[in-house]
């Protein structure tokens, strides 16, 4: 536990994956039988669970990194590090390589990514025991589905009292199996939030309407809804509360979704209004998507304060 402006912070854990990412700038997504040539390919850190950590710390959260990696991902925990996460939980593999993402990224700034695990679907009850046990109640932990073993993880956090926030992308039906009901907070996009409800989509103009239901349905739960340009909207104890997003030029919004999660959760961890929360995580998410990369295009807490104070 740490203090931080006379609060005390709980621990926050990031149960997650690391990836390299190899970044491919293309005129246009490749399609079915297309042989299509690539501007550039640049590798960058990445995963949503190193991302989501090194926002979290960033935004000056004290987080905790757990997963695994190969030896080729050596350069992965040293910049976690480098930006102030405990890296004490990820574990070397001898016998499988790093997980890696291809990434597309086009002229308008959008990707499209193809995943492979590796080392992030090499976790093991041991692994997850021999963490939990250095976390109590009330730290945090925060999942999302680029791992193995993400039942017995919620199960086995809840048990010994932690509040556990999970971002379930890239979203899968069978996550519906997972023990849900012990989350206490859901970071979700349009289509993630659909699948959730189990709805084909939803609607724009039906947005506020979804998210309610979907904090109806986790009935424990916090809802965070991301709506990429058009803002994300947050429901809590049946009030919602909506924040535009910042208009920038996009370079690259990959990671820009995992940037909005470190800073909205560190925000609200310490002590923020959820509106303040949720521009602080606006604000730095517009920001990276200015940048190339994942990881790299994260800002610290200072590029976010100028930022904001540049558009009151
Ligand atoms: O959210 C962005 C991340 O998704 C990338 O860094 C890539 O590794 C994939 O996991």
Same mark, same amino acid.
């Given at each position: 536990?740490?203090?931080?402006?006379?609060?005390?912070?709980?621990?926050?854990?990031?149960?997650?994956?690391?990836?390299?990412?190899?970044?491919?700038?293309?005129?246009?997504?490749?399609?079915?039988?297309?042989t299509?040539?690539?501007s550039?390919?640049?590798?960058?850190?990445?995963g949503?669970?190193?991302?989501?950590?090194?926002?979290?710390?960033?935004?000056? $959260?004290? *987080?905790?990194?757990?997963? %695994?990696?190969g030896?080729? #991902?050596? !350069? /992965?925990?040293? =910049?976690?590090?480098?930006?102030?996460?405990?890296?004490?939980?990820?574990?070397?593999?001898?016998?499988?390589?790093?997980?890696?993402?291809?990434?597309?990224?086009?002229?308008?700034?959008?990707?499209?990514?193809?995943?492979?695990?590796?080392?992030?679907?090499?976790?093991?009850? $041991?692994? *997850?025991?021999?963490?939990l %046990?250095?976390?109590?109640? #009330?730290? !945090? /932990?925060?999942? =999302?589905?680029?791992?193995?073993?993400?039942?017995?993880?919620?199960?086995?956090?809840?048990?010994?009292?932690?509040?556990?926030?999970?971002?379930?992308?890239?979203?899968?039906?069978?996550?519906?199996?997972?023990?849900?009901?012990?989350?206490?907070?859901?970071?979700?996009?349009?289509?993630?939030?659909?699948?959730?409800?189990?709805?084909?989509?939803?609607?724009?103009?039906?947005?506020?309407?979804?998210?309610?239901?979907?904090?109806?349905?986790?009935?424990?739960?916090?809802?965070?809804?991301?709506?990429?340009?058009?803002?994300?909207?947050?429901?809590?104890?049946?009030?919602?509360?909506?924040?535009?997003?910042?208009?920038?030029?996009?370079?690259?919004?990959?990671?820009?979704?995992?940037?909005?999660?470190?800073?909205?959760?560190?925000?609200?961890?310490?002590?923020?209004?959820?509106?303040?929360?949720?521009?602080?995580?606006?604000?730095?998410?517009?920001?990276?998507?200015?940048?190339?990369?994942?990881?790299?295009?994260?800002?610290?807490?200072?590029?976010?304060?100028d930022?904001?104070?540049?558009?009151?």
């Open positions: 536990m740490r203090r931080k402006g006379g609060k005390i912070v709980k621990k926050i854990l990031c149960f997650g994956s690391l990836n390299i990412d190899y970044t491919y700038r293309v005129p246009h997504f490749v399609s079915k039988g297309e299509l040539a690539a550039s390919l640049t590798l960058f850190s990445g949503k669970g190193l991302n989501q950590a090194i926002a979290l710390a960033k935004a000056g $959260a004290p *987080v905790y990194m757990a997963g %695994a990696i030896q080729d #991902g050596l !350069f /992965l925990v040293e =910049q976690l590090a480098g930006a102030g996460v405990d890296v004490s939980f990820v574990s070397v593999r001898t016998d499988v390589r790093t997980g890696n993402a291809i990434i597309q990224n086009d002229d308008a700034g959008d990707n499209c990514i193809l995943l492979y695990g590796g080392a992030n679907r090499s976790i093991t009850r $041991a692994q *997850v025991d021999e963490v %046990a250095h976390f109590s109640a #009330g730290d !945090f /932990l925060l999942l =999302q589905n680029e791992i193995n073993e993400l039942g017995y993880i919620i199960e086995q956090a809840h048990a010994c009292g932690m509040r556990i926030i999970f971002n379930p992308s890239p979203m899968e039906n069978d996550l519906l199996t997972l023990p849900l009901k012990q989350v206490d907070c859901f970071l979700v996009n349009e289509k993630e939030a659909a699948q959730l409800l189990q709805k084909a989509t939803i609607e724009p103009a039906d947005t506020e309407k979804q998210c309610m239901l979907l904090a109806q349905k986790f009935e424990n739960a916090m809802v965070v809804l991301t709506l990429g340009e058009n803002g994300a909207m947050l429901a809590k104890n049946k009030e919602i509360f909506f924040q535009p997003a910042y208009r920038v030029e996009t370079v690259d919004t990959t990671g820009a979704g995992d940037t909005f999660s470190g800073f909205l959760i560190a925000g609200l961890l310490y002590g923020l209004s959820i509106q303040e929360a949720l521009r602080q995580a606006a604000a730095a998410s517009a920001i990276a998507v200015t940048r190339p990369g994942a990881a790299m295009s994260i800002p610290g807490q200072d590029e976010v304060a930022f904001l104070r540049e558009r009151k």
